[in-house]
């Protein structure tokens, strides 16, 4: 069936350090949406991608939707410990169904 | 209502009972879905609800579980003879679109453990 494939699963950064999530689904996804999970909490939208090639900033998070709408990533610069969580890419399919990707845990070293 | 809320946020049930977790989604959104999120994965489909039609079921894993949604806003999600393997945090999430419209908002979940 249909994935999307989310990698990292973790990510340890130093605070202050980058942090970058990539998902990609093995065919065109029609929108991708991103959601950030707090530990111990639910998920929270994020943001939703719907153009080829889109490019869409949240303050420190940059977003991208691939030219060919299979992929996407999250980047977010100077992390900071209220970033820490798991990032979750959904992609929504030709039948609208949102195939959700595996999260990556971004973890802020002591 | 202001958020998606969910009853019981925690549940532990003995392996073989029966349990009932409840959604009330925010007023007026359409779409209702219910999700199963084992510890350190992503949420997994289960049932999707388009005012009181249960439009697909696919993801239910087994005949125990069963949802429903009479009157198009409050939904159950119940549970027969529990399994361990049904221990995990069932989310619910609500859209004011239909399926292929708009984005989710979760509620906070019932967490469910199963001994």
């Known amino acids: 069936g249909q994935q999307v494939m989310q990698i990292p699963q973790y990510q340890h950064v130093q605070e202050g350090e980058d942090f970058t999530t990539y998902c990609n689904s093995s065919?065109?996804?029609?929108?991708i949406q991103w959601y950030k999970q707090r530990p111990g909490g639910h998920p929270v939208f994020l943001i939703q991608?719907?153009?080829s090639g889109e490019v869409k900033k949240q303050k420190r998070l940059t977003f991208q939707f691939g030219e060919a709408k299979k992929n996407s990533s999250l980047h977010i610069t100077a992390t900071q410990t209220t970033d820490v969580g798991t990032y979750f890419c959904?992609?929504?399919?030709?039948?609208?169904?949102?195939?959700w990707g595996a999260g990556t845990k971004l973890i802020i070293k002591p | 209502g202001a958020g998606v809320s969910q009853s019981p946020r925690y549940k532990v049930a003995k392996r073989g009972q029966d349990v009932a977790l409840r959604c009330d989604p925010i007023?007026?959104?359409?779409?209702l879905f219910w999700y199963q999120q084992a510890l350190g994965q992503g949420p997994e489909f289960l049932t999707y609800?388009?005012?009181?039609?249960?439009?697909?079921k696919s993801g239910l894993p087994s005949d125990r579980f069963f949802a429903e949604r009479p009157e198009g806003s409050v939904s159950t999600l119940k549970i027969q003879r529990t399994q361990q393997e049904d221990s995990a945090v069932y989310l619910c999430?609500?859209?004011?679109?239909?399926?292929?419209?708009?984005?989710?908002?979760f509620g906070a979940g019932s967490r469910l453990t199963v001994l």
């Open positions: 959904a992609g929504r399919d030709s039948n609208y169904q949102l195939i």
């Open positions: 991608l719907v153009k």
């Open positions: 065919t065109t996804l029609s929108n």
């Open positions: 609800f388009q005012n009181e039609a249960q439009l697909d």
């Open positions: 999430a609500s859209s004011f679109g239909f399926l292929g419209a708009n984005v989710l908002t």
């Open positions: 007023s007026g959104h359409v779409s």
